[in-house]
């Protein structure tokens, strides 16, 4: 099952702002949007964005999502050093039935 | 509060077999869909497999599929994760995770820990 694709490492200085991309296809992302989920080293994974944008209660307003086709973009605003973690996207994929994630983004806060 | 809490991670040959649980407390799990996922030490997360609130459907990763099997039971508010034919790229943390109404993977546990090897 090939997975969605993400930039490996992505460096922004504090209170900067970073975007994070994600893509995938037209049976996955482009068809049912895609979840954002943060992982901080040795913590399960958190998320931040249900399908296009729709943030759990709880999870700061500077995080952020957008979709154009089948590549979705996390933006994450005014960068705090607890922002540092590895950055994941995942979506079903209607065709192979499955859910599909990227590699994961591994964000430096500078 | 809510939680979920995942047991029968272990250390097992390659080939062989092991059974995970994950029990859940403080929401009405016989609402939700279940996943499974894993996450080899220093890598990606990986899903695993998902079963329909009901049970009624169950999907699996190509990696996993005819040797791995998700079930539950909601009178015991308890989802397994049959494993066999295990390989040593199955080593990994298995984590449990909910999904309701198309919020996937809104709750976590902490993870039980699967070691293949001779």
């Known amino acids: 099952q090939a997975g969605l694709t993400q930039p490996p490492a992505v460096s922004k200085g504090l209170r900067q702002t970073a975007t994070l991309t994600c893509t995938g296809n037209?049976?996955?992302?482009?068809?049912?949007?895609a979840t954002w989920l943060q992982q901080h080293q040795g913590h399960p994974p958190k998320v931040l964005s249900f399908r296009d944008n729709n943030r759990p209660s709880g999870i700061s307003e500077r995080f952020s999502t957008t979709r154009s086709g089948s590549t979705t973009s996390l933006t994450i605003t005014g960068l705090q050093p607890e922002d540092e973690a590895d950055y994941y996207c995942?979506?079903?994929?209607?065709?192979?039935?499955?859910?599909?994630f990227g590699a994961g983004t591994k964000l430096t806060v500078l | 509060q809510v939680e979920l809490v995942e047991s029968g991670g272990g250390v097992v040959q390659p080939g062989g077999s092991l059974r995970l649980s994950c029990v859940a407390s403080?929401?009405?799990?016989?609402?939700?869909?279940m996943h499974w996922l894993r996450q080899a030490s220093g890598k990606g997360l990986e899903w695993v497999a998902i079963i329909w609130h009901d049970g009624s459907e169950r999907y699996y990763a190509d990696s996993v599929k005819g040797r791995f099997s998700i079930s539950r039971d909601n009178s015991k508010n308890t989802l397994y994760l049959q494993m066999s034919s295990l390989r040593v790229e199955d080593t990994g943390v298995y984590y449990c995770?909910?999904?309701?109404?198309?919020?996937?993977?809104?709750?976590w546990g902490q993870g039980t820990m699967v070691t293949v090897s001779s």
């Open positions: 995942a979506a079903w994929d209607s065709t192979l039935r499955a859910w599909v």
């Open positions: 037209s049976n996955n992302v482009g068809n049912e949007g």
């Open positions: 403080g929401f009405i799990f016989s609402d939700y869909a």
């Open positions: 995770a909910t999904e309701r109404h198309s919020d996937a993977f809104d709750m």
